[in-house]
């Protein structure tokens, strides 16, 4: 699958450690400006970063946390200012399959609230936000978040990752993750340059739902023709159909259904909003939560 993009040290929080490390040459102070972001990230669709910079007499330290899209986090640190510079990193790697408990709990509260949103704006007849297809998962989380506080807030939208990936796949493959025996209700899809036949068989209708990307929010439970595990390889044709919501191009969103036995060319993932601190241990802050492991290079 093309994203979320490849990693040279198994997570792209490892590898952001690795650029930590003092071995490692780094050509501008870039740690010095007042957003201390890496310059190789700085702008990037694919974190979130969160920042402060501190100080002690002449001596300042610089610190960041980045969330990426694999879900990986990375906490850094430079301190400066006497004539040396110091380094430290810490990540989490990419976090592990939830169980089934915990995914359908998760459906029963962030799922809900999302598929509540995307039903209530698809009944405004108004586009959501700047009226891309995006906004309408990432306004949904925020209102999750709204309901339920900082400490249970959920994963925002990090680019195209939305929470906890469920399925992915491209004709004739795919995979299930985690222990839920189904796609829910406030599930988001993710298409990417996806053709897929609609209509009555031999008509030869199709739809093209990404250019590249585009985003959807699922409204109806699908439940797969055959049993599924964690790991297991699923044909998309054995997940069968999904009804979701989703917006195009300033629109106002509308509900759709697209056969996954239809689906001709391109890729898609499947995402279960989830609680941040339940999942990945820690908010979006530059401390790191006591108790929580986190790795060195």
């Not at 409204?219 to 599924?228: E, Q």
Request: proline share 8%; with cysteine.
């Amino acid at each position: 699958m093309s994203f979320p993009p490849p990693a040279a040290n198994g997570s792209a929080a490892a590898d952001l450690a690795a650029f930590m490390d003092p071995s490692w040459p780094w050509d501008t102070e870039w740690y010095a400006s007042d957003s201390p972001i890496p310059p190789h990230l700085d702008g990037s669709p694919d974190v979130r970063f969160s920042g402060s910079v501190g100080y002690s007499g002449r001596v300042k330290t610089a610190r960041g946390v980045i969330l990426f899209s694999d879900l990986s986090m990375c906490w850094y640190s430079v301190t400066y200012g006497t004539g040396s510079v110091s380094r430290r990193a810490r990540f989490r790697p990419c976090p592990e399959p939830m169980s089934a408990p915990a995914l359908r709990r998760a459906a029963e509260t962030h799922g809900a609230a999302v598929a509540a949103f995307a039903e209530r704006a698809a009944a405004s007849g108004r586009p959501v936000a700047r009226g891309e297809c995006w906004d309408v998962a990432h306004e949904a989380l925020l209102h999750s978040a709204s309901l339920f506080g900082p400490r249970d807030a959920p994963v925002l939208s990090t680019s195209r990752a939305h929470g906890h990936l469920l399925f992915c796949g491209k004709p004739g493959v795919g995979r299930w993750r985690g222990g839920d025996d189904r796609l829910r209700a406030g599930d988001i899809v993710e298409w990417r340059s996806v053709r897929i036949g609609v209509g009555m068989p031999g008509y030869g209708a199709f739809a093209l739902l990404g250019d590249p990307d585009h985003t959807a929010v699922l409204v109806k439970d699908a439940v797969p023709r055959c049993a599924v595990a964690d790991g297991q390889n699923v044909k998309p044709a054995d997940v069968g159909l999904l009804t979701v919501i989703e917006q195009t191009a300033g629109r106002a969103p509308k509900r759709d259904s697209y056969d996954l036995a239809k689906l001709q060319q391109g890729e898609f993932w499947v995402y279960r909003p989830v609680g941040m601190v339940e999942y990945l241990g820690s908010t979006l802050s530059v401390d790191i939560p006591s108790g929580l492991e986190t790795f060195a290079v």
